[in-house]
């Protein structure tokens, strides 16, 4: 998955944090911790989306700690595995998704956490834990929560949009925005037919490979970072992609409206890790507790507007965040929704075969 956020897109949520977050008791606390370290020791440095930590909550560290952040943007999940098998070594936090962590860790890429240096680690929401690639969250510190969902113009179209099965409507022919993760656009068609996000039996896959060459007259616009200007300039009057997104073009379109699918809900958590050999690690400590302190991460979630897995952030949050129903999914839902999960080699090649058949 995802997701370059957009600058004009966080400035124009920033009058949703709220006003008194000085998150003066965790820089204490980071500042207080990096005073142990040696001077040429502090300093972190961290691979992930653009923003996804936003410069506003680096900047505060910094400021409180004098530990300076080094930031590398990555395109996306893909970038993580080549980058920390062959060098790894250069970065001390990454923040990835769940389906590459199980590959991350099966290869010992990861360290596992001292949990004696995350005090902070108490807030974690359990309910985002002991996931399928991390059951003893010996190496995962979840980050965010993420979901897509569909979003359209009801002023455009005269039905109501309830799924999936919708999309493929003639009245949304050249009409679609879409995220371009090649997994949430697989599961789309998946979904559409009742089958797994994870499906891997051939007869079901070719089915979903002609739903998807079915869809493609309708689709305008595909990309990770911005499919949501295509609704706020006229391009689309529908898509599927992440709640930010949809955020971004409600702030201009606030008559869009956001549905569940009713085939069900994909599901997703980026997680916070350390490589196995990251060169900073007490820096690193410091910093991942910093962000687990609850008024940070809620900060932090109001900023880049995706879920949060941290209990003691919402004694913090706003209540347009709190009401923010793309991020803001009903606990039933999510409970219900699926995973994406890893694929074998050979499930990996014939869902590779799909997509590379659809992108012609």
């Keep these: 998955m995802k997701r370059t956020i ?10 949703c944090v709220p006003a008194g977050a000085d998150k003066v008791s965790a820089g204490q606390a980071a500042y207080e911790a990096a005073q142990l370290l040696p001077e040429e020791e502090r300093v972190v440095n961290v691979f992930t989306w653009t923003y996804y930590i936003p410069d506003e909550v680096v900047a505060d560290f910094e400021a409180a700690t004098g530990i300076r952040v080094n930031y590398a943007a990555m395109l996306g999940n893909e970038d993580v595995l080549p980058k920390l098998s062959t060098g790894g070594g250069q970065y001390d936090i990454v923040v990835c998704s769940d389906y590459i962590l199980s590959d991350l860790i099966g290869m010992g890429l990861l360290a596992q956490l001292d949990y004696g240096q995350l005090p902070n680690a108490a807030n974690i929401d359990p309910s985002y834990q002991s996931q399928y690639y ?4 010996a190496y995962t510190i979840p980050y965010t929560n993420t979901v897509p969902v ?6 455009a179209v005269d039905f109501e949009v309830t799924g999936f099965a919708d999309l493929w409507r003639e009245e949304f022919r050249d009409n679609l925005a879409l995220v371009a993760e090649w997994r949430n656009v697989i599961g ?9 996000y994870n499906d891997t039996d051939p007869e079901h896959m070719a089915q979903v490979g002609e739903e998807l060459l079915a869809l493609k007259p309708n689709i305008a616009v595909m990309n990770d970072d911005t499919p949501h200007n295509a609704l706020i300039y ?21 008559q869009l409206e956001v549905v569940y699918p009713a085939e069900g809900l994909g599901f997703g958590i980026d997680c916070l890790v350390m490589p196995q050999d990251a060169p900073h690690a007490q820096a690193a400590y410091i910093f991942l507790n910093y962000l687990l302190d609850g008024e940070v991460s809620a900060y932090t979630s109001q900023l880049i507007n995706y879920g949060n897995c941290n209990t ?17 999914v009903p606990a039933e839902l999510v409970a219900g929704a699926e995973m994406m999960k890893p694929l074998s080699g ?6 590779n075969q799909i997509w590379t058949q659809f992108m012609q």
Excluded: C, H, W
Excluded at 6 to 15: E, V, Y
Excluded at 150 to 155: K, S
């Design 6 to 15: 957009a600058l004009l897109m966080t400035l124009l949520l920033l009058a």
């Design 134 to 137: 991390d059951p003893d969250n």
């Design 150 to 155: 569909i979003v359209y113009d009801p002023q």
């Design 188 to 196: 789309m068609a998946q979904k559409k037919l009742g089958y797994s």
């Design 234 to 254: 006229g391009d689309a009057i529908a898509g599927f992609m992440y709640g930010s997104q949809v955020m971004a073009a409600r702030e201009v379109m606030p």
């Design 312 to 328: 003691a952030a919402v004694d913090f949050m706003s209540p347009e965040y709190l009401a923010n129903d793309t991020v803001r």
């Design 346 to 351: 050979e499930a990996q090649e014939l869902y």
